[in-house]
């Protein structure tokens, strides 16, 4: 003070920028500790005196970091886990030397108590020391594991089908509805279509996207699953360009073979749920799954197909084949994914609930992988891979690793793992990915898992709960 008294032109820019130099190193700090959010600054007040504006300073930032662990810690609460008790507006947090608003998308601070914790888009935090005060804005943008939204407008389940198509998530189908949903960010849903699409309620189906030889067109196709007010299975291939209109490719897509039991028929062919399927090589491909009636309709087949009604068998030759160890067991909910492991793209198959006797259990839990480049020769990568065996786990591949995620481990309690474990670039090993995530009490089985937006998202589970998470590194 005694200094600017004198009239003399001291410059304030070096002064400003250590402080911000200390800000940007503090907030990074922040970030690292917290594994949630980036903070980058967006505000800052002038002040006077260095030493009282660094103290500011830092009360600021512990109010940003008093805030942003709370808000880790509690993602699937509301503002009032947060904010002051009985303060109004509810989205303020005051405390001895800093005072703390929660602003809303719109820039507003937040006014209601139950606005959930996600809504928080920025944190304001005004740090006091003496005379001086000093404001940090910070974006709040999450990393690691984030809730997207508990409560989205569609049937929440698992046994759904999932995938990203023209730029959106889309949902479909589960054990309950037939609904179609879109959505650019995994929070504002659009139901494509009002009345039940053509193929009628199912759960269990998948649904791929692949161009259409016939026009070049990138399409939806859904295909398999089980009625949902039924016993029945599906065999059944559709295709849609939009979403909304389908068309029937083909009613009997995988065709009784010479050597099937009895339970499947030259009618319906070798229907199924519970199976796996993706793009790979310029065609379709399914794998596995469950007929639906005994230990006998248990699949452990390779089909491929490039328009959807011609599907050409391409594991185990022409004919039913026993169970020999050569290949991998048959199994329904199982996951398949496509991965490049450094020697080229090849398939892969994990996990699931085999018909093959273990234990002397009539079903058995699987936590092997196989992989394949041609769909008919295979290799047995893990005979048991480092995650317990389950079903129901769901699989994408992110920062050129296989990630496996949820699953069910006890079918006599239903337990499911909260677990995520993420395997090195040779699939040798594989390595949980600690902290476990935040899903309690949300469980997942048979989920929707993919990448979209260069994030992972997980889509409903077990505990029929309309829930979307999404993951950044």
Same mark, same amino acid.
């Given at each position: 003070?005694?200094?600017? !008294?004198? =009239?003399?032109?001291?410059?304030?820019?070096?002064?400003?920028?250590?402080?911000?130099?200390?800000?940007?190193?503090?907030?990074?700090?922040?970030?690292?500790?917290?594994?949630?959010?980036?903070?980058?600054?967006?505000?800052r007040?002038?002040?006077?005196?260095?030493?009282?504006?660094? /103290?500011?300073?830092?009360?600021?930032?512990?109010?940003?970091?008093?805030?942003?662990?709370?808000?880790?810690?509690?993602?699937?609460?509301?503002?009032?886990?947060?904010?002051?008790?009985?303060?109004?507006?509810?989205?303020?947090?005051?405390a001895?030397?800093?005072?703390?608003?929660?602003?809303?998308?719109?820039?507003?601070v937040?006014?209601?108590?139950? @606005?959930?914790?996600?809504?928080?888009?920025?944190?304001?935090?005004?740090?006091?020391?003496?005379?001086?005060?000093?404001?940090?804005?910070v974006?709040?943008?999450?990393?690691?594991?984030? /809730?997207?939204?508990?409560?989205?407008?569609?049937?929440?389940?698992?046994? /759904?089908?999932?995938?990203?198509?023209?730029?959106k998530?889309?949902?479909?189908?589960?054990?309950?509805?037939?609904?179609?949903?879109?959505?650019?960010d995994?929070?504002?849903?659009?139901?494509?279509?009002?009345?039940?699409?053509?193929?009628?309620?199912?759960?269990?189906?998948? @649904?791929?996207?692949?161009?259409?030889?016939?026009?070049? @067109?990138?399409? /939806?196709?859904?295909?398999?699953?089980?009625?949902?007010?039924?016993?029945?299975?599906?065999?059944?291939?559709?295709k849609?360009?939009n979403?909304?209109?389908?068309?029937?490719?083909?009613? !009997?897509?995988?065709?009784?073979?010479?050597?099937?039991?009895?339970?499947?028929?030259?009618?319906?062919?070798? &229907?199924?749920?519970?199976?796996? $399927?993706?793009?790979?090589?310029?065609?379709?491909?399914? *794998?596995?799954?469950?007929?639906?009636? =005994?230990?006998?309709?248990?699949?452990?087949?390779?089909?491929?197909?490039?328009?959807?009604?011609?599907?050409?068998?391409?594991?185990?030759?022409?004919?039913?084949?026993?169970?020999? $160890?050569?290949?991998?067991?048959?199994?329904?909910?199982?996951?398949?994914?496509?991965?490049?492991?450094?020697?080229?793209?090849?398939?892969?198959? *994990?996990? =699931?609930?085999?018909s093959?006797?273990?234990?002397?259990s009539?079903?058995?839990?699987?936590?092997?992988?196989?992989?394949?480049?041609? =769909?008919?020769?295979?290799?047995?990568?893990?005979?048991?891979?480092?995650?317990?065996?389950?079903?129901?786990?769901?699989? &994408?591949?992110?920062?050129?690793?296989?990630?496996?995620?949820?699953?069910?481990?006890n079918?006599?309690?239903?337990?499911?793992?909260?677990?995520?474990?993420?395997?090195?670039?040779?699939?040798?090993?594989?390595?949980?990915?600690?902290? @476990?995530?935040?899903?309690?009490?949300?469980?997942?089985?048979?989920?929707?898992?993919?990448?979209?937006?260069?994030? *992972?998202?997980?889509?409903?589970?077990?505990?029929?709960?309309?829930?979307?998470?999404?993951?950044?590194?």
């Amino acid at each position: 003070m005694d200094k600017l !008294k004198t =009239g003399k032109n001291f410059s304030k820019k070096p002064q400003g920028s250590v402080l911000a130099a200390t800000l940007i190193i503090l907030a990074a700090m922040l970030a690292i500790a917290l594994s949630v959010s980036v903070v980058s600054i967006q505000e800052r007040k002038a002040s006077i005196g260095s030493t009282r504006s660094s /103290l500011a300073y830092q009360e600021a930032e512990s109010g940003i970091e008093n805030v942003m662990q709370k808000l880790k810690d509690n993602q699937l609460g509301n503002v009032s886990a947060i904010a002051t008790a009985s303060q109004t507006p509810c989205g303020v947090v005051i405390a001895e030397n800093y005072k703390v608003e929660l602003k809303d998308s719109s820039g507003a601070v937040i006014s209601s108590c139950d @606005v959930p914790i996600r809504s928080i888009v920025k944190i304001k935090s005004i740090g006091y020391s003496g005379q001086n005060s000093r404001a940090i804005e910070v974006a709040v943008n999450c990393r690691g594991w984030c /809730l997207v939204t508990d409560d989205a407008p569609w049937y929440g389940t698992n046994h /759904l089908a999932t995938a990203v198509f023209q730029g959106k998530i889309w949902v479909m189908g589960g054990p309950a509805t037939s609904d179609i949903w879109s959505s650019a960010d995994g929070v504002s849903w659009t139901q494509e279509i009002t009345s039940s699409p053509i193929w009628g309620p199912r759960g269990d189906a998948i @649904v791929l996207v692949h161009t259409d030889p016939a026009d070049g @067109v990138e399409k /939806l196709w859904l295909m398999g699953g089980n009625s949902t007010t039924s016993t029945a299975s599906y065999g059944d291939v559709w295709k849609s360009a939009n979403g909304k209109d389908w068309q029937l490719v083909t009613n !009997k897509a995988w065709p009784k073979q010479i050597g099937d039991p009895s339970s499947i028929t030259d009618a319906n062919g070798r &229907v199924r749920r519970q199976f796996s $399927g993706f793009v790979f090589q310029g065609k379709m491909w399914i *794998m596995g799954g469950w007929g639906g009636s =005994g230990t006998s309709n248990y699949y452990n087949d390779v089909w491929s197909s490039s328009d959807g009604s011609t599907w050409q068998k391409v594991s185990g030759g022409g004919n039913w084949q026993p169970y020999d $160890g050569s290949r991998w067991a048959p199994r329904s909910n199982h996951e398949t994914i496509v991965y490049d492991d450094g020697t080229g793209e090849k398939m892969w198959i *994990m996990g =699931g609930r085999s018909s093959v006797v273990a234990n002397g259990s009539d079903l058995a839990l699987k936590n092997d992988v196989w992989w394949s480049s041609d =769909g008919s020769t295979w290799t047995k990568k893990n005979d048991v891979a480092d995650w317990s065996v389950r079903r129901g786990i769901t699989s &994408v591949v992110l920062n050129n690793r296989i990630w496996v995620l949820g699953g069910e481990i006890n079918m006599t309690d239903h337990t499911t793992s909260k677990e995520v474990w993420t395997a090195d670039a040779l699939v040798n090993n594989w390595t949980e990915q600690l902290p @476990v995530p935040p899903w309690s009490p949300q469980s997942f089985s048979e989920s929707g898992a993919l990448i979209y937006d260069n994030k *992972m998202w997980l889509i409903s589970g077990s505990d029929y709960t309309p829930v979307v998470w999404k993951y950044q590194p």
